[in-house]
């Protein structure tokens, strides 16, 4: 087994390829402003090569794993895990392509929802515009429009 450091280095390799960070909203009547936002950091990969995945979770000592379709999925939602694992560690073993730019917009988002900003429409506004930024060519369920038009 390769070293620490230099299995953490292949781990930002391999997400740079295969990892996504994302935020996600959906409508939460109860909440006081209407919508619950929820960031993410995944990777995915085909069944057979689950070991990189079981691989993270350890290293990362966060997280789960769950079937998505026709692959594996590991994936950090936890608020305090992104913050105090997984954000340290691409700020230490970057990830060298545009996805950096993902991970900058959803330490951004973490860093504004630690302050409770996206428990108010004025810092739901902020959370909202950053997290459109990334993943240009995703898909959403819900449009930034019609989020910011519903806010409560």
Not at 135 to 149: A, K, V
Request: glycine share 6%; with cysteine; hydrophobic share 35%.
């Amino acid at each position: 087994m390769p070293a620490l450091n230099e299995v953490k280095h292949y781990i930002s390799g391999y997400v740079d390829g295969e990892g996504c960070f994302s935020v996600s909203f959906s409508m939460r009547k109860k909440l006081l402003v209407g919508w619950e936002t929820k960031p993410s950091f995944s990777v995915s990969q085909n069944r057979e090569r689950a070991q990189v995945l079981h691989l993270m979770k350890k290293v990362f000592g966060c997280g789960f794993l769950r079937q998505d379709r026709k692959t594996l999925k590991y994936e950090v939602r936890s608020l305090a895990d992104l913050v105090n694992k997984i954000i340290p560690h691409f700020e230490k073993y970057p990830l060298l392509s545009t996805k950096n730019n993902d991970f900058k917009y959803l330490k951004q988002v973490c860093r504004l929802m630690l302050k409770r900003e996206h428990c108010k429409a004025s810092g739901l506004k902020k959370v909202t515009r950053i997290a459109f930024k990334m993943n240009p060519d995703g898909t959403r369920r819900y449009s930034q429009e019609y989020i910011l038009r519903t806010l409560r």
